[in-house]
């Protein structure tokens, strides 16, 4: 089993910054690709920024500039600095990571995401 906790949400206002945590713990070979999805009330779940276990990384065009993702392998954590940010960012984030687990059959991949942290940004 592998559990996700996402920490570094609350209530923020416009031009301000936060930054999220999400930290990985149990039992896997190895983490892989770690992204960070919101969904804000009446709207679709959207792909916010992701990074590969090599630390590359990609964002949704929504928040390039504003917002940096990144992870310590060490520490099986991601994190999201979001600056300058707008009401419209307002929203449920919740991480996601990609993890291998070992078992005496092979080796398989799960998809496992976090409860999620509400984030509002007040005009």
């Known amino acids: 089993q592998v559990q996700l906790v996402e920490s570094g949400g609350g209530l923020v206002q416009a031009g301000g910054s936060l930054r999220l945590s999400c930290s990985a713990s149990?039992?896997?070979?190895?983490?892989?690709?770690m992204r960070w999805y919101r969904q804000a009330p009446g709207k679709q779940r959207e792909l916010v920024a992701t990074?590969?276990?090599?630390?590359?990384?990609n964002y949704a065009d929504s928040v390039k500039g504003r917002f940096t993702i990144s992870r310590d392998n060490a520490k099986n954590i991601v994190y999201l600095q979001m600056n300058s940010l707008k009401p419209e960012d307002t929203a449920v984030y919740s991480c996601?990571?990609?993890?291998?687990?070992?078992?005496?059959?092979?080796?398989?991949?799960?998809?496992?995401w976090g409860q999620g942290t509400q984030v509002t940004v007040s005009s």
């Open positions: 990074i590969t276990s090599g630390g590359s990384t």
């Open positions: 149990g039992t896997f070979s190895s983490i892989n690709a």
């Open positions: 996601n990571a990609g993890v291998t687990v070992a078992a005496p059959w092979g080796k398989s991949d799960y998809s496992y």
